[in-house]
């Protein structure tokens, strides 16, 4: 019954670039899965994400620990 969003910005922004709404995949070990449409992380670079939890409550709990993404540029 949670809500689970993932926003992305770049290491050093204060700008959340983009949000990204992830699929319960597995709820009592807490995982969740996503994906990233195009243009999501269209620029070479370090990126934190911040996981969001919203419950059926209404209550709001964020991860402490961010994840991190690094982007490199593309082949072509």
């Keep these: 019954g949670a809500t ?3 926003r992305i910005r770049e290491l050093g922004s204060s700008t959340v670039k983009s949000t990204l709404t992830c699929t319960v995949t597995d709820g009592g ?3 969740v899965a ?3 449409p195009a243009g999501t992380l269209d620029t070479a670079g370090t990126f ?3 996981l969001e939890i919203t419950f059926a409550s209404g ?3 964020t991860v ?3 994840v991190k993404l690094k982007v490199r540029s593309d082949f072509d």
């Design 4 to 6: 689970v969003r993932l």
């Design 29 to 31: 070990n807490g995982k």
């Design 34 to 36: 996503t994906d990233f």
């Design 48 to 50: 934190e994400g911040e």
């Design 59 to 61: 209550g709001i709990q």
């Design 64 to 66: 402490y620990d961010l």
